[in-house]
């Protein structure tokens, strides 16, 4: 019967999204589990199976999940259970590697799980909770803050409460918590010794044979290093410091000896006999990430001084962050690519082109036949007039940081930097492109329909208009506390004018721009989380993990909220038109709406005349 109410779960979406379709499957891998040869990663979008006993690392079998994954845990070694942000999801390990969906439970919602093979623990917002296989309640647990990692000593559960302690749980009641007054990321147990990544404090081992009375045997490295990441192999321990650094340790001698650091992208790891199993991303110096498009990196520790790269699995980059569309094609910001993937059929994208781009903005909006890609401080403007042939012709550096946001405003753009200020710049007038107006300040968002007026986030508390008429000389015209987050321009109908759709720190906000110079609310929807926003004649959508909702804007004074079908794991940027609305979801492109008019076929290749002869 479970395994019958996963199927009917994880069909019914498909059943509401008739019309819809996904592009650039990726997955970003947040924990690995090791059985024998096989690593299991929970990569975000669901999990997936890769076979590592020889290279190359070879991708035995993916399956997605409802929501994005974040753990997982063997409760034995055909049983999978996955945390998942809308609940824990069961999968049957078959003996080809084949995972099968057997069970859901969408009550049960934690960010870390742990199983010693006869219960299954997680930790949720509010402590940890220990269920049996059937997921039965065990025991719960109360913590000051969320547990960072689980495991177990027997069915003892250990719990590391980053800068509080290690909590050592009688799950039977019989005893209280036992307290290690340690300032635990990460921890391991092997036997009767339990390993610690401790931040700053360094690498630590306890005996805990006599749980009563756990005690040291060693602590390493302490000061000048952050470790937050352990892994125990074969006389081996492995320490990370995200987002760039493993330390090798030696244990023979039954401390751990220091041997190597290497540099290497690294958020998770794990260890077996002497492989070690990492995965990162490049975090640049804003703290902006680049993946690798390397999911899973095995390294050779035979030799601890120097660690080996044997083998690793190749897959698209990611996230994908930024999305514009015209309702048949979309522009995607899929680092280090522009890509254009015709969206026509929604159920069957395909891509038309890329384009490979250095320091690419993570988000794009589109005007006539330009594209301009923004978000680390630099403006990149793409011509898209052939869409099998996207040129990149400009660039534009704000000498400022992240994230910047931008809007095209006439024949120029202006772009909005929260270091270096409010920007006029005219592409067209000059080779390069050039600055002819500012104002000092610290902007963020930026939404223009095109004309001379902007509407901007100042110190991401004011919604600041901003008349661009004379472009040499921007000024403010009237400015109101609502802490604006993100807004979309809401074209005008029969039904409205013009309208501003605001997200805000507190909820929706819509504007009258029926006098563009002096925006008039007309309603506020409290709404207590963040989300995207797109726009699209009587219709805007806000999405936001695992929900998107429509909004009817026939009436600006009394806006309907509908909830739709749509369920995104992590969307980054929405754009919607003629009724396509398009996600740049961080692990694929989303696509839902009706069909449209394809684009048109590429221009035929151009033939060279032929030569006369004896010339």
Known sequence: MRRALFGLLICVPLLLHAQSGEWGSRGISHRFVVLGQRVFDADGRGVTLYDVSQAPVRQLF???????????????????????RGGIQRFLVAS?????????YPTAIATVLASNGRFLAGATTGGVIVWQPDMSTVAQFT?????????WHGDTLVAAVPGVAIYLFDITGARDPIVIPERAYDLEVVGDTLYVAAGVDGIVEYDVSNEATPRILSRVMVGGNNFTRIAVGDGRVVAAEVPDAIDVFETSSGVPVFSTRFSEPVQT??????????????????GL??????????????????????????????????????GSLAYVVDRPYFRVIDVSTASSPRELSSLMIDNIGDRVKVHGNLAMLFGRGQIQLIDIGNPYSPRLVKTWDAQGGPPSNAAFVRDMFIEANPYSGFHVVDFTSFATPGQIGGIKGHYYEAIS??????????????????????????HALNSTVVAPVRGEIASPTASHPELLVLQTK?????????????????????????????????????????????????DPAHPAFSTTSMQPFSPMQMAAANGKVVIADLYSLRIYGPNTAPPPPPPPPRRRAARKAGS
């Open 62 to 84: 993916f399956a997605a999940t409802g929501a994005e994954s974040v753990d997982l845990a063997l409760v034995t070694d055909h049983d999978l259970a996955v945390a998942t």
């Open 96 to 104: 080809d590697g084949t995972l099968i969906g057997t069970s859901i």
């Open 143 to 151: 913590t000051s803050q969320p547990a960072a990692a689980l495991a």
């Open 269 to 286: 790891i794990a260890a077996s006999g002497k492989q070690l199993f990492a995965a990162g991303t490049i975090i640049d110096r804003f």
């Open 289 to 326: 990430p680049i993946e690798t498009g390397a999911p899973l990196r095995v390294f050779d520790l035979s030799d601890p001084i120097s660690p080996r790269l044997t083998s690793e699995y190749r897959d698209l980059a990611g996230p994908l962050s930024g999305v514009a569309t015209d």
């Open 449 to 474: 329909d095109g004309s001379d007026v902007v509407y901007v986030s100042q110190e991401g508390v004011a919604l600041v208009t901003i008349d661009v008429s004379d472009a040499h000389n921007p």
């Open 506 to 554: 507190t909820g929706i906000r819509i504007y009258s721009l029926a006098d563009p110079r002096n925006p008039a609310q007309t309603s506020f929807t409290a709404e207590a989380t963040i989300n995207e926003i797109a726009a699209d004649g009587d219709s805007a959508y806000s999405a936001t993990a695992g929900s998107v909702q429509k909004i009817d804007l026939r």
